[in-house]
DNA sequence: GTGAAAGCGCTAACAG
DNA sequence: CTGTTAGCGCTTTCAC
């Protein structure tokens, strides 16, 4: 495929050499600018060698010579990646590809400074642009001296709104939450929330009850428990709630994320309970390692981790960073499966729940 | 703190200009060489002009010059980057980080030729070394013509045995669950597999009753039964033993992976076994995202995914890529934890399940 | 002890 | 239409 007599890359002047041109005649054939004034002839020429000798442009010298590489810095503020950051890189990942360019990923560690000796690392190799990411959603410490680099926060913020970023729309998420329920017909619900100090857990609490209202149930009337992110939370909080006689036991559970509604499908279970006959099930998150565990499949509503990845990257593949509002709020749109199913003794038009448009990034 | 009074980055011309000294000299003092002849004067005057100014070397331009980039290759050859690739990254990174190198990530996607677009695309920009690796391990598709760099695979072999590789000793893992088992005095014991086709399945059993025979258990006398390793293969696999009258019961179910043992920890609680009390559980692979769901928590078998990273990039970094043996097989230790108690009606000798050493990487 | 100069591989004026 | 030349920012040999 690519026979070359060197025992090095072959370079511009290899390639001159064999076509018997100027290194720059080569340079003009590989990057079609706007005034070409290359013969026919040469060119065919030039391009046989180039497959001749299996020539790939150094990046590096171009990078150089450019000042752009063709890359993107991503650092994950956490000991080491994760699984809802991998998303999220996967998202800035398949951007960045699609234009040319490639990731250059590290983690901050538990390293003391960690943040900025990452940023510094990846700056040193002059990557085009920098996404700082993390696992759950957070405020982040950055460092006070940045790179002068586009920088674009993903899944996480600061809170001195000195840099855009990509977020969840939670209280969005809530309500879609709600909304699955609430549509095929249940009155008697219970959420359980995750720990109080999470950045996303009040919002959802908050986006839920709000739309519980919409349909005509008081928010009093909603079982709130609160819990942390946990399975043997959820177990723990649903066991009590299931060992209620039934006229008054909660008919559907929504939980603060998947790992909840975990412990929920283990209480239900112990309880000799059907899911979703007995009882209907939302998750959050729609975090595949969980998802792919449950049957019957989880309905849960989906953390747009991989959006916030790839509309990261974008905004620094088109350099349009300094456009970027503040924050961006991305719709977490509702994933109806089969954990949900009509209130016993209510009957829904049949469709099952609606599933509304899930709405454009909303701007704050 | 880095108050430049430039609207680029320094450069090492701007430090020799601030500290009155050429280029060449801040250069000697920043890469101090064999024979430094710099003046302890002059040194002190270079290093207070670099921190005044903030510089920081420009790593492409000292690739150019020292045809060495600080950087790391791995391609992914999935789809997308996946939880058990994750931590493989992990380990290449880390170890990386720790040689001054950092990683420069991609996937193959599901483009054709994915695996020969990503390595080239990482090649062009010269990368010091290249790793591939995989999900689940199994034979690569490599392109016939590889890029002219040290190339090593993690979790994954090619079957013409041309490239260097580390993988997980599924034998020896499946002789620890059996031996976890073992220890604790069961002799009915269950083994359900992983799908037959992927390459560690039959070692894993294999090792299994191997070890089964050296503490006197016929290999005829495990009820082995054939699953897929997902959860709802183990969940109906443990449903049907679990269904048989105590006395022929089997008092331990080993499972072919962690997500399987999720399902049979759904079955005992829906038979009303406890476990370990009534019920002994080993999973395989020592997944986070599974094992943090388990209560009680399971005792499993590690999938070296950290290692092979660590090792393979220890190998380019260290450029003993060469030395390499064809495969080195690194241990998949035991890792007991809770869901294994001494057999109803025996009594071990109180300390649980012995460990023994995990033994150092073997060659094969 | 220090600096001038060449060059890593490529691009882009500017000549011819 | 094509080639010469001058760098991008750094390292390194060799001269002073």
Chains 1, 2 share one sequence.
């Not at 994760?82 to 699609?98: I, M, R």
């Not at 990261?312 to 593949?317: C, G, I, K, P, T």
């Not at 009957?347 to 099952?352: E, F, I, L």
């Amino acid at each position: 495929m690519a026979p070359q007599g060197l025992d090095r890359r072959p370079t511009l002047a290899d390639v001159g050499r064999m076509a018997g041109v100027s290194p720059t005649t080569v340079s003009f054939v590989l990057n079609p600018r706007s005034k070409q004034t290359i013969s026919a002839a040469t060119r065919a020429r030039v391009l046989q060698a180039v497959n001749d000798l299996g020539y790939r442009p150094n990046r590096t010298a171009q990078s150089l010579r450019r000042s752009r590489t063709g890359t993107i810095g991503i650092v994950v503020d956490e000991p080491a990646m994760e699984a809802f950051a991998g998303e999220t890189v996967n998202g800035a990942h398949d951007l960045a590809w699609s234009e040319g360019s490639v990731l250059l990923v590290t983690h901050t560690g538990r390293r003391p400074h960690g943040m900025r000796l990452a940023m510094d690392e990846l700056a040193d190799r002059q990557v085009d642009g920098l996404i700082v990411t993390c696992s759950g959603t957070r405020a982040l410490e950055l460092p006070e001296t940045l790179p002068p680099l586009p920088l674009v926060l993903a899944n996480a913020f600061d809170d001195t709104y000195a840099v855009p970023c990509f977020l969840p729309d939670e209280r969005f998420g809530g309500r879609e939450t709600a909304r699955l329920l609430c549509a095929a017909g249940h009155r008697r619900l219970a959420y359980l929330t995750g720990h109080a100090g999470a950045w996303a857990t009040s919002l959802r609490l908050e986006g839920f009850l709000e739309e519980v209202e919409q349909h005509g149930v008081a928010r009093g009337d909603v079982v709130v428990r609160e819990g942390y992110y946990y399975v043997d939370s959820g177990h723990a909080l649903a066991r009590e709630l299931l060992a209620l006689p039934d006229a008054t036991r909660p008919t559907a559970i929504a939980c603060g994320n998947d790992r909840m509604a975990l412990g929920v499908y283990l209480a239900a279970a112990e309880a000799g309970l059907r899911i979703p006959e007995d009882l209907s099930v939302v998750g959050y998150d729609d975090h595949e390692p969980v998802i792919t565990q449950l049957r019957p499949q989880l309905t849960t509503v989906r953390l747009p981790l991989y959006d916030m990845g790839r509309l990261a990257a974008e905004a620094l593949a088109h350099g349009s960073v300094g456009q970027l509002p503040q924050r961006t709020y991305l719709p977490c749109p509702a994933v109806p499966r089969d954990s949900v199913a009509a209130a016993p003794g209510r009957h829904t038009d049949g469709r099952g729940p609606r599933v509304r448009e899930t709405g454009r990034a909303r701007h704050r």
